[in-house]
Nanobody
Framework: QVQLVESGGGLVQAGGSLRLSCAASGRTFSDYTMAWFRQAPGKEREFVATISWSGGMTYVADSMKGRFTISRDSAKNTVALQMNSLKREDTAVYYC?????????????????WGQGTQVTVSS
């Protein structure tokens, strides 16, 4: 198993930036494809971005492309989500997720392990 702990959420003004981090522990970090999802009140959990076990492949959801970047540091067992030009509609709880299978999954039910989430609130 792998345990995931997110940090870095908070309150930011529209147009600002935040960097979320997810620390992984347990089994070998490099065995897992990692991803970020988010969930706003009253809405379904939404895919944000994913990164392959090597970090060589990344994919960001179209609505966030150009503003969000996903990266991982295998030496530190962390994955990060850099969020720039934030909008009010980015307000949500952001979750880190891991899966032991291959890269490319964008549905939340394709991921086996989840963090507890970190709140991001964007004010106007």
């Amino acid at each position: 198993q792998v345990q995931l702990v997110e940090s870095g959420g908070g309150l930011v003004q529209a147009g600002g930036s935040l960097r979320l981090s997810c620390a992984a522990s347990g089994r070998t970090f490099s065995d897992y494809t990692m991803a970020w999802f988010r969930q706003a009140p009253g809405k379904e959990r939404e895919f944000v971005a994913t990164i392959s076990w090597s970090g060589g492949m990344t994919y960001v959801a179209d609505s966030m492309k150009g503003r969000f970047t996903i990266s991982r540091d295998s030496a530190k067992n962390t994955v990060a989500l850099q969020m720039n030009s934030l909008k009010r509609e980015d307000t949500a709880v952001y979750y880190c997720a891991a899966r032991s299978r291959g890269y490319g999954a964008t549905r939340w039910d394709e991921y086996e392990y989840w963090g507890q989430g970190t709140q991001v609130t964007v004010s106007s």
